[in-house]
């Protein structure tokens, strides 16, 4: 126990899930540290079933209170979309669920400690994860002034029998059981699934890993057609229907899924130097990429595509390692917001056997001229000019090359 700060906490703001960790953690706290313990629930579009009953949890483990904030549309105007933008896909694959999540909750949980006075923070991550890392970093950038606590960190249980028996021992409920197969993530954006046979890289996923997306084996035989409509780099119309970034994530993941577009089995490098495997289901973001892509092939230059997508090679890396709250972070949103300006158009994208396929694009904005690209006979063109720009652009391997003769000789 880190009794230094044991001393001086009073009253501790929880992150609180409502599973079988935090619902621990509430009595851990009030034990070890004698300290009123209020439960903070962040609603970022993990479902109502998710959410149901979850404040009277909290009091039967022992909070003396349950604040419960909607951050759904502030997740995604002010996180998603954004970071859309910079293309970021981590490692080349990972479209970020869990980590784009972490800042805003973080940033709601130190506005509730200070609307209530507290003087400390708690979180359930484990000293294994990178989610400790993201908490811990944002809080240290928004309220330096508050301890944290991290009970994984500190207390000798280690397993999940343990700590129902922890549970059991003062008579606090709890849903979950010894049995438990898999540990899962889920927000608006994305569900991570870890735990059971994917711990073995040798196992393929059975089906009762995957919660939002059919396999692709038992998809519609039919292929369904999706059009995007994108103003500056996001989306304002689905099928010409107006939607909100939630509501557009939304049908969008219930589509996507039907045709089991979404899935990904990965073995990623974790920022605290471990390996781990997961697999994540994000329909809407998918589709969403491949749309984006599509559009920026379409309008954007190549230097400028060149750096937005070193801008997400980077932003990727800020996003998983918990930098959001830094100057970079503003810095990199600007660059690549500027690149989405003239990133306006509509989108065909073909859903079917979990692909999503880009196969219509067009944009006031786009660079690509049939008059230029044809391979029938044109006027715009003078195939003569681009000996001209050979020999300036292959000069310095003629000059390297000469000397090497002449060295030769």
Known sequence: MNTSVNKSVKKVVLAYSGGLDTSAIVPWLKENYDCEVVAFVADVGQGDEELEGVEAKAIASGASSCRIVDLKEKFAREVIYPTLKTGAIYEGQYLLGTALARPIIAEAQVMVAREVGADALAHGCTGK?????????????????????????????????????????????????????????????????EGGELEDPWCEPSEQVWSWTRSPEQAPDQPQYLELRFEKGELTHLDQVSVSPVEAILKLNVLGGDHGVGRLDMVENRLVGMKSRGCYETPAGTILYAALQGLESLVLDRSALDYRIRIGNEFAQLMYDGRWFTPLRSAMLAAAATIAEPLSGEVVVKLYKGQATVVQRRSPNSLYSSAFATFDEDEVYNQKHAEGFIRLYSLASRIRALHQVEGGE
């Open 129 to 193: 994860g990178n989610d400790q890392v993201r908490f811990e970093s944002a809080f240290a950038a928004l309220a330096p002034e508050l301890a944290v606590i991290a009970p994984w960190r500190e207390w000798s249980m280690r397993s999940r029998p343990q700590l129902l028996a922890y549970l059991a021992e003062r008579n606090i409920p709890c849903s979950a059981s010894a049995t438990k197969i898999y540990s899962r993530d889920a927000n608006l954006w994305h569900i991570s699934t």
